[in-house]
Every structure is written in C-alpha cells, then in structure tokens.
C-alpha cells in the first residue's frame, strides 16, 4: 500500500520505536467483527445456536472476531437482525458511553448505525435514544439499519447538530459524538480514504469536530458523559480538538472513571488510542468526558418533563387496536403519532417534533388503508414470538425462500402470522387456507 509521505512522516515522529511494528500491521489481513444483537437474541443464546468460529472481542461483552470466509452477512440471520457487521475497534466509543436503561441518548454523527444499534442493545428499549444524521442518503440507511434490529425506542433525525441543540438543550443523559474525521485509521480497510488524505483535510476535520462538540455539549446535561471518537491517528484530531474543547468549555472536564484496560492511554486524560499493531482491530481514539454537576433522574426531571410530547387517542386507532387483539398475545403500550396514514408508537421522553427534519419518529408499526390496518415491517422486526398469537417457524430452506418472496405453506388459521428463524422474528405473513401469503418488503428481499 502506498501511504503518503507527510503521513509517514508525521507517524514516524508520534510512534518513535513503535514505528515498524505500525507499517508492519499494514501488511497483516485487517480483522472482521459483529455484535450480537440482544434485542432480538441473547449473546449466550446466540453462542449456542451460531456455528461460526468466533472469538471474543476483549472490550465488548457483545463482539466477536469472525474468519472472513464464513460471511455472516450473507445469512438469514443477519436479514433477521440478529448480529450487525461493525469493525472491532469500532465498538469502542458505544462500550464506554455505557448506555443505561430508561435514559436519554444521543448518537450525534450515527450513520450507518453500527454505535446507535449498539447503544440500543444497552438501552434495552427503555428511555429515548435519538440517533442523527446530517446527509439524507446516509441517515436513510441508519434508519433502515435501526428497524432491521428490531429498536422500538427510536427518534431518527436528519439535522445539523445547531439545529438539534437549539431543541435538546441541556436534555441528554449520555451523548455519542463519533465525529467525522481524515479517516486515517480506515487505511488499511478503505484504499478510498488513502486517496481522499492531505493535510489540509485533516485541518478541516479538525475544525469541523472543534465546532460539532461545542454543539454537543449544550445537549448535555449537569453530570452526564460525553464520547468523542474519531477512526484517525492524527494527533490535532485527537488530542488537540479535545484541548481547544476542554478550554472553550470549563464545565467539561475528563471522565476519569471510565476504564479502558485495552487500549493505549493518549496525552490527555481521559483520551486513548487503539492503535492497529497493538490489538486486532483498526486505528480509533476515544476520549471520554463529563459535564460538571449533579445529574437527575430522567424520570424526576420536571423541566424536561413539560418538553415532552403527548396526543390524545384517536378515532383512527379503532382499525389498529381491532388489529391487535387479533393478532398480538397482549397490547402494546404507549403513545401514538400519526405521520399522514403511517401509525407509530413513540418513545418515552419524545419532544414536540414541529420544525426537525425526522425520518423515523419511533416504531413503525402500519398504516391505515381504508377501514384496514396494515402492520409495518419494523414492527415485526421489533416484536418476539411470545408477543404473537401466529407464528410460522422456519427451517432454514423455508427461510430463504420467504426472505426471496416466495410463498410458505402453513396450517395456521386466517390472519397475519408473524415469520420466524431460529426463534427471532424476520417479517409478516398472511395465512389462508394452508398457505402463507409472503409480506416480506419487495426492497429488501435477497438475490443470494
């Protein structure tokens, strides 16, 4: 691989004695990961059920090393959203922002969706995560990426972080900031990114990261953490944006408590660096930082509480709860918004949403055709077995053949039936007679 020679040059003077060990790794095969995703499948479950050769990824509980000629993305479970495909060193920054149950989460710069899926897992479909994306096309595939893993808990916005932290002042418990940078790390997997590299990018970068956290930090409230993270060597990406930060913004400070055994300290506190001939995995920097103060509870939190959004019950929820008791083991609670005839079931904590560019204001679960309801794919994505009163539960041929459009055979009675793999949910049916009517989206039926 031909690197450039300013770039050379400069880590030859960062790495020192490290220096040959680090161009050495460029001529060793990069190492490919997925994460289990738990809200479709536990790890333990998965670990018994999976029959390929993995290897625990040391800094997440989740990921798993995988040999590349097994493919795992081109298997009906990774259609059924059971793991996600991420890059080891990229599950770093989700695992220190340690996500909890029943909080308010930002994914500030989240596509493909990699780290919002992540956080999600963690979140266990309580609280309110907000993910982001600036380029329309690119959130697009974040949202397609959250309904694929089954995220019921779920704000997908397509903003500049201006424009979100005029509405989110002083809202998020926990916010991801996975900025985007020169992409030097990406080197070794992205030929791309070699090409794309100059000094003069990794400036901009830099100044462009400067200017997305102070965003960043206003959405923060007293007490919460905040992840900066870049897939970058450079040190004035690093080290030196966080400085400028940490000098513009006193009531930030380094997170001390995080804990970061397998990864190389940097030259700030609360900075490390995953360096590619030190682990298995490509070139990140993490820096993990907390807002002065008390935090509060998200559920005791009065002011934030008046923010929030809530609707009345509509005439036009008749045909969907006529649908639910129908075909669903116990009804689904919560709030509901109506997008035109779209029907979603909207997260805890939501915020008038008037005036944001929104792809995704929740669960997706229909929409009303007539006097008829018809269930969404992101609600069978997000739903278990138990949940429902049908299931079909496919053998593995059977499940490529759904998954191509085709039509199952089944005893069930009339009534939607909800497809199963390897008891994880992967689209809707109709049952008639003793066939299975496929409701699989034409867009995402497979060609291997």
Request: net charge neutral.
């Amino acid at each position: 691989m031909n690197l450039p020679e300013p770039f050379l040059k400069r880590m030859k003077q960062t790495l020192g004695e490290d220096f040959d060990a680090f161009l050495k790794s460029y001529e060793e095969g990069r190492y490919q990961g997925l994460r289990v995703n738990e809200l479709k499948i536990s790890r333990d479950d998965f670990l018994k059920l999976s029959g390929f050769s993995l290897e625990q990824v040391p800094w997440c509980g989740n990921g798993f090393y995988y040999k590349e000629e097994e493919r795992p993305g081109r298997h009906v479970w990774h259609e059924a959203g059971m793991y996600y495909i991420q890059e080891p060193s990229a599950m770093s920054a989700a695992e220190l922002l340690q996500a909890k149950p029943g909080e308010r989460v930002l994914d500030l710069c989240a596509a493909p969706g990699g780290k919002s899926s992540q956080l999600a897992s963690a979140m266990k479909g309580e609280g309110l995560l907000v993910v982001n994306e600036i380029h329309p096309a690119r959130a697009k595939i974040l949202s397609q990426n959250m309904e694929r893993m089954g995220v019921r808990n779920v704000l997908v916005c397509s903003e500049t972080p201006a424009r979100l932290a005029d509405r989110f002042e002083g809202f998020f418990d926990r916010i991801l900031c996975d900025a985007p940078c020169s992409g030097e790390g990406m080197f070794r997997k992205d030929e791309n990114a070699v090409a794309e590299w100059s000094t003069e990018h990794v400036k901009m970068c830099a100044d462009r990261q400067f200017s997305i956290l102070l965003e960043a930090q206003r959405m923060l409230k007293p007490g919460g953490r905040l992840v900066y993270s870049t897939c970058t060597f450079a040190e004035e990406e690093n080290e030196g944006v966080i400085a400028r930060f940490l000098e513009a913004c006193p009531e930030m400070e380094a997170d001390l408590s995080a804990d970061c055994p397998y990864f190389t300290p940097g030259k700030l506190p609360g900075t490390w660096r995953l360096w590619p001939h030190r682990l298995h995995g490509e070139g990140h920097g993490v820096a993990v930082l907390k807002k002065a103060g008390e935090r509060m509870d998200s559920r005791d939190d009065r002011m934030i509480q008046e923010k929030t959004i809530s609707w009345d019950d509509r005439k036009q929820l008749k045909e969907f709860h006529a649908w639910e008791a129908e075909t669903l083991a116990e009804p689904l609670r919560g709030q509901y918004l109506f997008f035109g005839n779209q029907l979603y079931r909207v997260p805890e904590f939501c915020p008038p949403l008037k005036g944001l560019k929104v792809l995704r204001p929740g669960l997706q679960m229909g929409e009303i055709k007539g006097k008829l309801f018809k269930p969404a794919h992101a609600l069978a994505m997000a739903l278990h077995p138990e949940e429902v009163r049908r299931t079909v539960c496919a053998d593995r041929g059977d499940i490529y053949r759904y998954l191509h459009g085709e039509t199952l055979e089944c005893g069930q009675e009339k009534g939607w039936v909800l497809v199963c793999v390897d008891g994880v949910s992967a689209g809707w049916g109709k049952a008639s007679g003793q066939t299975v009517k496929n409701h699989y989206p034409k867009g995402l039926r497979i060609s291997w």
